[in-house]
Each structure stands twice: as C-alpha cells, then as structure tokens.
C-alpha cells in the first residue's frame, strides 16, 4: 500500500462503483440482513429511492467531478456499463446528470446526458412504424453525431452518458434467474446459513465457498470478468473516438465488486484470504466508487482512502 495521491487522470483509468440504494430499501438479501432505509421511490429515477438519489449525487460530485477534472484535455469519459438492473443504469444515469449540471458553464467540458442521447435516437428514428432493422440501422446515425461532436471540439473534455447493459456486469445467472430475477439455489442457501450476519460476513462465506461450488464463478473468475468489461468498454470508446483518451464508467452490484477490489488491491488475486487480509472484509458500500487510475508512474488503485499499486499484466484480459 502507498500514500493517497493527486495523480492525473490517463487514458485507461476507470471508475467502478456500487448501485445505490434500491428503491425496496434494501439490500435484496432478506429480511434479517437487509439494512433499513425509507421505501419512497425517486420520482425521476423509480428504481431507487429518494435517499438512493441523493446519496448517488453526492458520490458524483465527490468522486467522478474531480476525476473528469484531473483528466486530460482532449478525454473522453464513457459512463456506459451497468448490469440488468435498473438500479445500476439509474445509478450511472445521475452520474452523467451531475457532471451535466455541475460543468454546465465549463468552456472546457461537454456533457452528453443520457437524455440527450435518447433524444437523438427518437428523432433518428422518427416514425413508430418502421421496421425494426430500420431503427436499428437509423439508430446507429446517433453514432456519426457523436464522433462529429468530438471531432468538432478535439481539445474539450467529453462525457458520454448512456448505460447500457453488459453481460460481464450481470447477477444472471449465478446469483438470479434470467426468467423471474429471483435468488439461485445457490443464493437461497447461502442467505439461509448466514442469515442474522452482517453483510460483509455473508460475502466473506460467498468467498470461500464460490471456490468450491461448481454452480458458480470463484471471486478470482468474477474479478477477471468485471476487467473484461472495463476493457471492451474502453475499446468500444477506441473504436469510436479513435486515439482520444478515453476513460470509462461502469455500475455494478456488491459482491462482485468486492472480489474486483480485492482483486486490484491484492495484485490479481481474489480470494477468501485476501478479502480478509488485505481488505479487512471492508465491503463496496451502495453508491461507493473505487478509481482504477493509470498514470506515467503506472496503475493505481483506490479504494477506501488508500492507494494500491497495480501490476499492469493483471488488467491484459481480453474483452
């Protein structure tokens, strides 16, 4: 571990983050683990709640603002990857909705809301009645618009907001069904023989017992996973925007993030072990980021006010 520092903002680096607070007011565990928060839905974002909202605009100022700052003139930052669940695209949706709000007078920062860039699909596509191939190929006109957008403005920095779902995100079908969304067997059993712990002693049994049960993927698995899906982002922002720094945003669920952050902290390895020693059982809070930066000294990891080198081979997975 080193010392918490102001580096800058490279093309590659990452922000993941944990879905906020759902808008059921829990955890999706049961009952008796669940944490208690008020039921009341965001009006413009239904599937968290009020609390949800407001605790996913403050982790927008206090960690993606200065992210976008400390980049480079010239970034571009995708905030693109959520699961399935509603919950982590609205998540990333006010992430891009702060950032619009907060560089709204920047004459150095352009800011692409989801909304805008559904705007764009809407009148692409025009007329409800076409076919689908034909929406889908007049669709793809919003495409063209953006990559004018950025070559149009070479030295601004850009924030591309439209979350969209990524199978290396996704609770399916290890932990919920594709059909009903409900918990797996293996979930069912798991909640049932820890239930009363605390969450962070429930995830550190998932650890240790996702490295033997064959139904599901080991942490290490999943934290590879969830670097796949940071990679094929960026690439997709490459493929796009060509030599641009690009910097990307992804929302995911607990868990998960936990063996990634055990993963980046413990120089690529995730297991029951690490996320005790290295981690202290520290678990992603709802709404927490962790910042996967690469700088001219090589990459970094944050996470909890501390700072974690990484070795670079660790972050090769394909997309």
């Known amino acids: 571990m080193i010392e918490t520092s102001e580096n800058s903002v490279d093309d590659g680096s990452a922000i993941v983050g944990r879905h906020s607070i759902r808008a059921d007011g829990t955890l999706g565990m049961g009952l008796d683990l669940d944490q208690t928060f008020s039921k009341s839905p965001s009006e413009k974002y239904p ?11 403050k982790t927008a100022l206090r960690e993606y603002v200065p992210f976008l700052e400390q980049a480079a003139p010239g970034s571009i930052l995708v905030i693109a990857g959520a699961s399935e669940a509603a919950r982590t695209k609205a998540t990333a949706e006010i992430m891009g909705d702060v950032l619009g709000d907060h560089f709204a007078n920047s004459a150095d920062v352009l800011v692409v809301r989801r909304t805008d860039i559904q705007a764009m699909v809407d009148k692409a596509i025009g007329s409800p009645d076409l076919s689908m191939m034909e929406k889908v ?3 793809g006109l919003v495409v063209n618009m953006l990559r004018a957008l950025a070559k149009n403005n070479p030295d601004k920095k850009i924030v591309i907001t439209f ?8 609770l399916t079908p290890h932990q919920r069904n594709w059909k009903d969304q409900q918990h797996t067997p293996f979930m069912k059993e798991l909640i049932e023989r820890t239930k009363g712990q605390s969450e962070a002693d429930v995830i550190d049994t998932w650890f240790g017992d996702a490295e033997n049960d064959p139904r599901v993927p080991s942490a290490q698995q999943t934290a590879e996973t969830h670097i796949k899906a940071i990679n094929r982002l ?4 490459k493929r796009l925007f060509g030599d641009r720094p690009i910097l990307t945003g ?3 669920h607990g868990w998960q993030l936990d063996a990634l952050t055990t993963y980046l902290a413990n120089k690529g390895v995730a297991n029951q072990e690490a996320f005790r020693s290295v981690l202290n059982q520290q678990v992603m809070d709802q709404a927490e980021t962790a910042k996967l930066t690469m700088t001219s000294e090589g990459p970094t990891f944050s996470y909890k006010d501390k700072e974690y080198p990484v070795p670079a081979e660790i972050l090769q997975h394909a997309a």
């Open 47 to 57: 599937s968290l709640t009020n609390e949800g909202e407001a605790e996913a605009r």
């Open 137 to 139: 190929k007049r669709a």
């Open 163 to 170: 979350p969209l779902y990524m199978k290396e995100l996704s």
């Open 234 to 237: 960026r690439s997709t922002g």
């Open 250 to 252: 992804l929302v995911a």
